[in-house]
């Protein structure tokens, strides 16, 4: 499903270079389930965020589904983005002035998904992240556990096949992390590639395949 070849990223920060990948390769096949480790700095965000297509790299290829994705627009981008690939962050990044089913709803605005048949399937989404009796509460009104739900309904609305995680249960406690952790197991059980980024042994320890990062590049890649 997903192949990197020689992926670099560098940021400039004043006059100084931040190597944050170093010529990175790796394969993902469809349906595995990875966790990503490794201390903070290593790179593991800047990795996750290339696979999500939310940013690109300076140098090396990105093959996803057979199809280069390099040196798309940023309109194709968005495109691919949109179809085959969830987000989930650990702040969770809702809109706080929207309704848990607005939040569930957005992409499939954006995909521009007629209303008759968004209502559906936004309450399909929240039924199946057991929240449906939260449909109409804002963010401000759902505990942490609550909003990550909500945030992995929203990232399901288009039915990617890829789910990234970047630290999902950084900001719960322990048992909700554990909750939070199986809905997104669920859904690599029904077939989804999902990469969750980590600092939980716990969680780690449930992944079929460990990558750990340390200074840009993978230090150890293999099964769990
Ligand atoms: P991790 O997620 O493993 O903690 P990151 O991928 O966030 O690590 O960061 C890797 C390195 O790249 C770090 O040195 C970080 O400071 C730097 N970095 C990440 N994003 C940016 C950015 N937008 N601008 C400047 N430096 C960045
Ligand atoms: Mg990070």
Redesign the pocket.
């Given at each position: 499903m997903i192949q990197l070849d020689n992926i670099s990223r560098t940021?400039?920060?004043g006059d100084q270079q931040?190597l944050?990948l170093r010529e990175v390769s790796l394969s993902i096949a469809a349906g595995e389930y990875i966790a990503i480790m490794?201390?903070?700095?290593?790179?593991?965000?800047?990795?996750l965020?290339l696979l999500g297509l939310l940013d690109r790299p300076d140098s090396g290829r990105y093959t996803l589904d057979g199809r280069d994705v390099t040196g798309l627009t940023e309109v194709e981008t968005a495109r691919v983005r949109r179809e085959k690939i969830g987000f989930v962050f650990q702040f969770f990044h809702l809109v706080p002035r929207l309704t848990a089913a607005a939040n569930v709803a957005l992409p499939l605005l954006l995909a521009g998904v007629p209303a008759a048949e968004r209502k559906p399937r936004v309450a399909q989404l929240l039924a199946e992240v057991g929240l449906s009796e939260r449909a109409e509460h804002l963010p401000s009104q759902l505990s942490g556990g609550q909003l990550q739900r909500v945030a992995i309904a929203r990232a399901m609305s288009m039915h990617p096949a890829l789910l990234l995680a970047?630290e999902p249960t950084g900001n719960l406690d322990r048992a909700t992390g554990r909750e939070v952790m199986s809905v997104l197991e669920g859904l690599n059980q029904r077939g989804a590639t999902l990469i969750v980024?980590t600092h939980d042994q716990e969680v780690g320890a449930r992944a079929r395949r460990r990558i750990v990062?340390e200074d840009?590049r993978i230090l150890h890649d293999g099964a769990t």
């Open positions: 940021f400039q920060v931040v944050a490794g201390p903070s700095g290593s790179g593991k965000s800047t990795l965020n970047d980024i990062m840009g």
